[in-house]
């Protein structure tokens, strides 16, 4: 692992993250939305994996890049809008990843890893994707499903739920039993489980 490498990638992708105009606010605490959740999702994958390679730390630190230059809104709404908003993301994610990748002098084999698990390529198959995918998870799970439930109904949040957990393996679904939920939260988990085949 190249050490000096890997430090100017991560400042350039923190610098980058930045300039998020959103901002994250929670106990008296403020920072660019997008650079919040690449440091929480960052911090998953290290938890989950100690040894993780350098392609899966270069990936969980630009997974989210530039986020907020392709919002939602330009999208039309409904699942069709909304799965090619994801589809468009991720692949301007994976292209602004190589880009800076390629700044700091990284070589095609590793550009092309650090994309396939930006893409989430075959995930279920490939463990560093997976584990991209239970740092994912868990993030949402830590940080925007109270928010969620305070949007959309219970069922919708059953369902939300179950498709999340489906995703996890073993040692992300531990890892999301181990989290402080709120009370409304701790319910509605509860009841996707209980009736979840997984």
């Not at 930045?18 to 999702?41: I, W």
């Not at 392609?55 to 230059?69: D, F, K, N, V, Y």
């Not at 939602?72 to 991720?90: H, I, K």
Request: aromatic share 10%; proline share 3%.
């Amino acid at each position: 692992m190249d050490i000096v490498k890997l430090n100017k990638a991560f400042s350039l992708f923190d610098d980058y993250n930045r300039r998020d105009p959103t901002v994250f606010k929670a106990d008296g605490h403020s920072e660019p939305l997008t650079y919040f959740y690449t440091k929480k999702l960052y911090d998953w994958v290290k938890k989950l994996d100690p040894d993780a390679s350098e392609a899966l730390l270069l990936a969980a630190r630009s997974q989210h890049i530039g986020r907020w230059e392709v919002p939602r809104s330009t999208y039309p709404e409904g699942r069709t809008g909304y799965l090619q908003w994801r589809s468009d993301l991720a692949r301007f994610h994976a292209q602004k990843a190589a880009d800076i990748l390629n700044i700091v002098g990284y070589d095609e084999d590793t550009i092309d890893r650090v994309q396939l698990i930006i893409l989430k390529k075959k995930l279920k198959i490939d463990a560093e994707v997976q584990t991209m995918e239970d740092a994912l998870c868990l993030v949402f799970l830590e940080f925007q499903y109270d928010e969620l439930i305070a949007k959309h109904a219970d069922e919708k949040i059953i369902h939300i739920l179950r498709k999340t957990w489906s995703k996890m393996t073993d040692r992300g679904r531990k890892a999301a039993l181990a989290l402080d939920f709120s009370e409304k939260g701790t319910l509605l988990l509860g009841k996707a489980l209980d009736n979840s085949s997984n």
